[in-house]
């Protein structure tokens, strides 16, 4: 069975950091965009970033300049480095896979065919 495993979420203070992992398992996404997307209670997905097969990343307006996605040195595993965290950033955070051939937006959730069941971020004040 082809899973996503995220880890490395928990509680933080405000302006504190947190990095979150992705890792594979049933296959490598090696040659895959992979994204990461967030979702807090009451409120709908929203993109967080993602990285392309060439390392090209984008960020969602709202974490640009404080997160940085990247993957390990054999790009199966995808991190994302979360840095002055804010009570707004609280939400469950889920990996995702965009396969190879798909050339919309990264931004948008159909792009992707696999995600991870999601760690929780807690950012107190």
């Known amino acids: 069975q082809v899973q996503l495993v995220e880890s490395g979420g928990g509680l933080v203070q405000a302006g504190g950091s947190l990095r979150l992992s992705c890792v594979p398992s049933?296959?490598?996404?090696?040659?895959?965009?992979m994204g990461w997307f967030r979702q807090a209670p009451g409120l709908e997905r929203e993109f967080v970033s993602a990285?392309?097969?060439?390392?090209?990343?984008n960020y969602g307006d709202s974490v640009k300049g404080r997160f940085t996605i990247s993957r390990g040195n054999a790009k199966n595993t995808v991190y994302l480095q979360m840095n002055s965290l804010k009570p707004e950033d609280t939400a469950v955070y889920s990996c995702?896979?965009?396969?190879?051939?798909?050339?919309?937006?990264?931004?948008?959730?159909?792009?992707?065919?696999?995600w991870g069941q999601g760690t929780q971020v807690t950012v107190s004040e």
């Open positions: 049933g296959r490598t996404f090696s040659n895959y965009a």
């Open positions: 995702a896979a965009s396969p190879p051939g798909y050339f919309g937006t990264l931004t948008n959730p159909r792009a992707y065919t696999t």
């Open positions: 990285i392309g097969v060439s390392n090209s990343t």
